[in-house]
């Protein structure tokens, strides 16, 4: 693909085979001398509150990709506070995986878990509209040296992934200008490879341009035509029906311009058969949708390079074809789009960055339904701002730390279709998992009740008693505390045969106590079901509504779901009759047997509203 290349940068390079490691950023605009470290996976999901850091993280692998160009110079508002403070400069540091074309070998780090190469470089602005200062760490010093991997930095830059950066709030002229700029890349770069010497040609005699340009406009229809086919592929994938026109507007050639195309192609896109509005006239979404399905096909029509592989002695050299790996940073990609769209937004997306397609994806998101934890390329990174002002990136989940099973995948991928909120448990807050409605429904009423002391609590119905082990297993990853609360069940059913429920316990239990060391758990359990705990009782049928309505009409209800979910919140240590704290099944076969009662719905000491003050 033909690209614009910033002035004096050296083309002879070419990319073989790379991919982002790790990122480490500090002293980066609201990022400040406590680093904040992502690791990269073929996607990261970045989540996290408004003003946490987010984009700055998306902005600091773009910034250290421009080195040696007028972007790589950070402005007086790129450092902390805008004050220049040479104890606290802006610094941040890129770790590459590499497997061709390697620098000297003690610029090669080993990775411990994957036994792979990687390189290290750091870059250090000592003041604003300056060039930065790049370091390389040598794999057997303990400081950074003032010599670099690679050399001079467009040699440098050739080794890493290409970063595709798609703003928040880019304007529709910029969008579409970005857009169009890449189409007409490929088709220039296709019209140079078809037309050979006649380029040249045309650089010399301007007037043969007019008829040189509709040939080439011609001789490009079928490249037209499979743009247009693998774009709208895309599209109607988040926006079905709908199509994508390239209007190269051959009518409008000028024979006054040197270029191959100097009239600037109209981007369009509507309904298949309907009106085929210009690019500018489209919504947001749509627009932010193109822009980075134009990015994905650029990458794939670029011209493939080849390169001279070493063979065995006495036989001929042999040609292995290579292209440039990438990087789309991408600022939530769920704005402006509509809720189903959302989904298969993030389905394309995760798509992008299979295994093997050279591509690796961080987005900025705080839509759950963007969070697909059934894949298996899915680093989560949670950024937070603390009350100090200092910002973390905290790797929340890994698919090769939490180690899920082909079943557990496809149960997680059915309760995010079931509950699109499921996934908020990701973007911090106090988590407690529940096994079904009733609990939710009972819960969400005490929040609703009083939102400012409450707000941070993210209740989690699991939906099913299997699948809390599960959600266990990655609240695990988060090192930090949470509760849950299920039913006992009992041991048999009514027809005296196994009840596969009561199994069930025995998996929550073997996942709480696999919790790494530091990570507070309460589990408890209703005795036998929520509604017999809470209640003294059990509905039959409409349990989360006769639940809700119940607790509204007696206020010692009330005060009975309260102080659970208040002890379950850690803001009271002692639980009410009915609801279990438990480290053994036989602890929960016990008061199964005993069926331990609900003492008089208020009767109980403690109970009604003075019982419910914060521990």
Known sequence: MAKAVAKGEDTTFTLTKSKVKRLIVRNFRSIGPEPVSIDLDDIVVLVG?????????????????????????????DFPGEVVDANHLPEIELQTFVWEDLPAEHWLHKDEETGSLFVRERWRWEEPNKDPKRQGRRADAEDWDERVPWGAPNVAKSR????????????????????????????????????????????????QIRELQKQIVEDSQDEIVGLQEALSGYVKEIFVGFKVLLDTRPEQISDKNVSLFAAKPI?????????????????????????????????????DVKKVKKSDKGAEPENEVLSRPHVLLLDEPEICLHPAAVRDACRVLYDLASEGSGWQVMVTTHSPPFIDVSRDNTTIVRVARAQSGSISGTTVFRPDKVKLSDEDKELLKLLNQWD?????????????????????????EIINSDLQKYRNVHIVRARGKWIIPIITKILNQFGSSYAILHDTDRPKDKNGKANSAWSANEAILKAVKSAPGGTQVRLAASVVDFEHAMFGTSASSDKPYKTVMLMRNDPVARDRVKWVFDYLLYLR??????????ETVDELLTAVAAEIPVEGMGGQEGAGEAATAEA
């Open 160 to 207: 890493r992934p290409i970063p595709h950066r798609v703003d928040a709030f880019s304007s529709p002229e910029e969008q579409g200008e970005k857009i169009s700029k890449l189409m007409q890349d490929i088709l220039a770069e296709r019209a140079a490879r078809a037309a050979g010497e006649e380029v040249s040609a045309i650089e010399k005699l301007t007037e």
């Open 49 to 77: 509150p408004n003003n946490a850091g987010k984009s700055t993280i998306l902005r600091a692998y773009e910034v250290v990709m421009s080195h040696a160009t007028a972007e790589g110079r950070l402005k007086l508002e």
């Open 267 to 303: 981007i369009r896109m509507g309904p298949d058969g309907g009106h085929m509005a210009p690019l500018d006239k489209q919504g947001s979404g749509a627009r932010r949708t193109l822009l980075w399905s134009s990015l994905k096909i650029a990458s794939e029509r670029q011209p």
């Open 573 to 582: 240590t002692d639980p009410p009759a009915g609801i279990l704290p438990y």
């Open 420 to 444: 699109p909120y499921v996934g908020e448990f990701f973007f911090g807050g106090d988590t407690i998992v529940v096994e079904g409605d009733t609990e939710y429904s009972a819960f969400r």
